[in-house]
C-alpha cells in the first residue's frame, strides 16, 4: 500500500523558515519523482518543486526561486522541502506526491502524479 506522510507544517512568522518532510513507504522511492504542491484558501492547487530520482535536477515554481529548496534521502524514504523567507502568500496546505521516472508528463501539473499526501499546513503571520 503506497503512503505519502508530510510533516513539519505550523504557524510560523513573515521571514521565519519551516522544513517539511514527506515520508514514504509502499513503493521504490528511489526510482520515483517526488513534487511538492500546495492550495491556498480559495485558490487551485499550484505546483512548488519537484526532483527527480537521484536528486540531479529540481524543479521550482518561479515565486519560491531562491526561497525553497527540494531535498530528498534515498536511504530513509523522505523528501523535504525547506522553505525559508517565508511571507503571508505562501500560506496553504502543502501536499507531496510521487510519480515513477520515466512517466509522461509534466512535473509541474498534478495529473501527471499518481499518489498523493495528505497535507500538512503552513500558516505565515505577517
Known amino acids: 500500500q503506497v503512503r505519502l506522510t508530510e510533516s513539519g507544517g505550523g504557524l510560523v512568522q513573515a521571514g521565519g523558515s519551516l522544513r517539511l518532510s514527506c515520508v514514504a513507504s509502499?513503493?521504490?522511492?528511489?526510482?520515483?519523482?517526488m513534487g511538492w504542491f500546495r492550495r491556498a484558501p480559495g485558490k487551485e492547487r499550484e505546483f512548488v518543486a519537484a526532483?527527480?530520482?537521484?536528486?540531479?535536477?529540481?524543479y521550482y515554481e518561479d515565486p519560491v526561486k531562491g526561497r525553497f529548496f527540494i531535498s530528498r534521502d534515498n536511504a530513509k524514504n523522505t523528501a523535504y522541502l525547506q522553505m525559508n523567507s517565508l511571507n503571508p502568500e505562501d500560506t496553504a496546505v502543502y501536499y507531496c506526491?510521487?510519480?515513477?521516472?520515466?512517466?509522461?508528463?509534466?512535473?509541474?501539473?498534478?495529473?501527471?502524479?499518481?499518489?498523493w499526501g495528505q497535507g500538512t499546513q503552513v500558516t505565515v503571520s505577517a
Open positions: 526532483i527527480e530520482w537521484n536528486g540531479g535536477n529540481k
Open positions: 506526491a510521487s510519480v515513477p521516472t520515466g512517466v509522461s508528463g509534466s512535473y509541474y501539473y498534478p495529473d501527471t502524479y499518481d499518489h
Open positions: 509502499g513503493f521504490t522511492f528511489s526510482t520515483y519523482v
